[in-house]
């Protein structure tokens, strides 16, 4: 079954926006341009930025198409530029869930977006919790057989975020084989720069009904310029577009991105994912020796999940440091957990003192 028969008949029916860049002709930007088509000031105000503010920007800038695709190699028609991953995430859910009617799946514990997304589109949401004693893994039998009729839509991310595990790469794919015909599989991978794991975008074009969410907001440093990408077949890719905003990308994002990840910034941001990835390791050496730690999650990512025995006082601690940590009590299975993302040494050093000051106070404390 085609995946593209799940999709909403009122998006599948739908007739787009049509906005000035798109009504442009070949012939139209072949030849010199005066833009009188898009109701444009053709006055740029006085800033000095390397770009034109006065003009409306591409919908999807074709340069930044060609570097994200050159990125995570792919072609570039399996592209949509969104403004962050959670664009992306909403827009799935508009584009396949009917208000009251269809369902979407989630694995807690986990990203949060995808509930949130689906709630404010009004599908259902499933949940099929991952549990410690599997190492954080689905139950695949369980989710494949009881995955309800329903489903339009199953979110899994990896590496998992808050946990900081990554999935079975053959499971997921497994998986997306057995609901074929049902339901598009959305695998977020937001972290995977930092994670030995191969990415699944490979594999899309073999697999019809899998999705992939990247993000250049983690390992390239650009979360203030919220770009992410979905990655997927071109006719789901063309779907998409019906329901995206006529100008999602500003100007200044694209000027900005297509700096940031040129050949020198690129080699720039591989240099920081190594370094923050050195530091995880002697943070997480230094908490798996902690008395105040009772376990150390492994992570694929740039953060550490850390269950501790007295969470609510090395949160309020931190706090009182300076210092911001994630508290994941109220995730599923994951009481007493905190999630400390990696940052420069001076900032991980002056968490190791907090603790340690901790440790000592909890060690007075308890002597007779």
């Given amino acids: 079954m085609n995946i593209l028969r799940r999709i909403r008949p009122a998006i599948a029916a739908l007739q787009p926006y049509s906005s000035a860049h798109m009504e442009t002709t070949e012939q139209a930007l072949a030849a010199p341009q005066a833009r009188l088509n898009a109701n444009e000031l053709p006055f740029a105000p006085p800033v000095d930025c390397g770009f034109q503010l006065n ?48 369902a979407v799946a989630i694995t807690p514990p986990v990203f949060g977006m995808y509930r949130v997304a689906a ?55 497994a998986f997306c084989q ?32 899998l999705a992939v969410l990247r993000t250049l907001s983690k390992a390239w440093g650009l979360a ?8 997927a077949q071109p006719a ?5 577009r019906r329901v995206l905003p006529p100008y999602p990308i500003p100007e200044p ?28 390791k002697r943070l997480q050496a230094f908490l798996s020796a902690s008395p105040l730690v009772k376990q150390v999650y492994p992570s694929d990512t740039n953060f550490l999940l850390v269950r501790f025995y007295q ?15 994630r508290d994941q009590s109220r995730q599923p299975g994951l009481a007493g957990c905190l999630r400390i993302t990696v940052g420069r040494a001076e900032d991980n050093q002056r968490l190791q003192s907090v603790l340690q000051v901790l440790a000592t106070q909890r060690k007075s404390e308890e002597q007779p």
């Fill in 236 to 240: 789901l890719i063309a779907i998409m």
């Fill in 55 to 102: 003009r409306y920007p591409h919908p999807q800038p074709p340069d930044m198409r060609q570097r994200l695709a050159e990125i995570l190699r792919v072609p570039d028609n399996h592209l949509l530029l969104t403004r962050g991953s959670d664009e992306a995430i909403d827009l799935l859910v508009r584009v396949f869930c009917e208000a009251g009617e269809d």
């Fill in 178 to 209: 057995a609901v074929s015909s049902r339901a598009l599989v959305v695998l977020d991978e937001a972290y995977i720069e930092f994670s030995p794991q191969k990415s699944l975008v490979d594999a899309i074009a073999d697999v019809p009904n």
């Fill in 253 to 280: 994002v694209r000027y900005a991105v297509m700096q940031a990840t040129d050949q020198p910034a690129a080699k720039a941001a591989r240099q920081a994912v190594q370094a923050v990835m050195a530091e995880k």
């Fill in 119 to 173: 709630e404010i589109q009004g599908a259902q949401v499933v949940e099929f919790p991952l549990l410690a004693e599997n190492g954080f893994q689905p139950d695949w039998p369980r989710l494949q057989a009881e995955l309800p009729k329903n489903t339009k839509l199953v979110f899994l991310c990896s590496p998992n975020n808050p946990v900081g595990n990554s999935l079975d790469a053959s499971a997921v794919l």
């Fill in 311 to 325: 969470p609510e006082r090395v949160f309020h601690a931190c706090a009182q440091a300076g210092l911001l940590v």
């Fill in 224 to 231: 203030g310029a919220r770009l992410g990408a979905l990655v």
